[in-house]
């Protein structure tokens, strides 16, 4: 009879080729050593180039499909397929052990960079979850009762909550690689779902806003835009959406209040790195000089002329490349000048803007003619 030997201890290290050795799923089955399956399997063991070891290891694959070796085998499989750099493969072996038991967490992580290679946002959305699904499974099994298992339990545990950790990451990582708008909000959609309070989602929040309002979901931007304002973590670009949503929505106190949270935003925050001063200058001037100019009309809505007035004139030096803006506040500040009765600024404005064509220069011609008609002595 020929002996009955477990595999070597050095076979069984394998596993630590793509995940620790204590997480083992799939374990090799005792073999006869002197079997053909054996000594195919100590041979790739022994081998030390990676390419030479995975032929060794797609061999038994292929020939030993039913060896209860196999499980393990895949698994082997699937780690060098990561670490050689082919998804492919990688993926394809991992839809396979997927489907048998036991369910393994490292298998699936193992998945996860496979697709994380692609650079494909649908399978990193699909691997992601799954990881996440079964690493938080293992984060809530209960404490053994078995106190020399409790150890191992403990490790266990704190490499899934790891494991947890980085699938957020990857769906994070995922959305600042891919160009696509809608799958961009479909990564940061999954990560908020999964965790509200997410790092990776804080640090995401510019690129959600931004692909919302890319794939035409604008609602969705300036509920996002709202949640972060009121948490202080919005950006100046979501501050200036909100402003003129609460413009459109005739919302004067939001108007104002954003208006007034953005501002203070934009005098107080350092030059982002990349930006010239010259750029971040006019980056700030052209959203203070919109800012200005929708807290001022709706400053002038509600009748308080001097506020009005105010922002009104601070936005018209920031605005005079934006030429319908500018003929706009200049028209505006036309209005507010004559009903505070400094009828000769009123003129001046009107003037300004008549002179450029544009919805605001006939009524601008029409309130000019009218002063000059009772006012003598405006110029």
């Known amino acids: 009879m020929k002996a009955i030997v477990a595999l070597p201890a050095v076979i069984l290290a394998a596993g630590a080729l793509s995940r620790p050795a204590r997480a083992q799923c799939h374990q090799p089955a005792e073999l006869n050593a002197t079997s053909p399956a054996g000594q195919l399997l ?24 039913q060896h209860k070796a ?62 996440a699904q079964l690493a938080q499974k293992v984060m809530a099994s209960p404490q053994p009762q078995d106190p020399d298992a409790v150890a191992d339990w403990k490790t266990r545990v704190d490499y899934a909550r790891q494991v947890n950790t980085y699938t957020e990451y990857s769906l994070y990582a995922m959305a600042l690689k891919t160009t696509d708008p809608a799958k961009q909000v479909a990564l940061l959609e999954a990560l908020q779902q999964r965790n509200p309070k997410s790092p990776y989602l804080a640090q995401a929040g510019v690129t959600l806003f931004l692909a919302y309002q890319k794939s035409g979901q604008t609602d969705k931007a300036a509920a996002f835009a709202q949640k972060l304002a009121a948490s202080g973590q919005a950006d100046e670009d979501m501050l200036l959406v909100l402003v003129n949503d609460a413009a459109k929505n005739k919302d004067g106190e939001k108007v104002h209040d954003y208006s007034a949270k953005l501002e203070q935003l934009l005098n107080s925050k350092p030059k982002p790195a990349g930006l010239s001063d010259a750029d971040w200058d006019k980056r700030k001037n052209t959203i203070l000089g919109v800012t200005y100019s929708l807290d001022g009309k709706q400053y002038f809505n ?44 009123a003129a001046t404005y009107f003037k300004e803007c ?26």
């Open 42 to 65: 100590q041979h790739a063991e022994q081998e030390t180039d990676n390419t030479k070891k995975l032929a060794l290891l797609e061999q038994f694959a292929t020939q030993y499909p």
């Open 302 to 345: 509600e009748d308080k002329l001097e506020p009005a007035n105010e922002d009104l004139r601070k936005s018209l030096p920031l605005v005079q490349e934006d030429t319908a803006l500018k003929t706009e506040v200049l028209f505006y500040l036309g209005l507010a000048n004559y009903k505070m009765e400094k009828i000769q600024d």
């Open 354 to 379: 008549a002179a450029v064509r544009g919805p605001f220069q006939e009524q601008a011609l029409k309130n000019l003619r009218i002063i000059h008609s009772k006012y003598r002595g405006v110029r």
């Open 70 to 131: 196999a499980g393990w085998v895949d698994e082997q499989l699937l780690g060098l397929y990561v670490t050689t750099q082919q998804p492919d493969k990688a993926l394809a072996m991992g839809d396979k052990l997927s489907a048998m038991p036991p369910p393994c967490v490292e298998d699936a992580q193992n998945t996860l960079k496979a697709a994380e290679m692609k650079k494909d946002p649908d399978l990193v959305l699909k691997w992601s979850a799954a990881t």
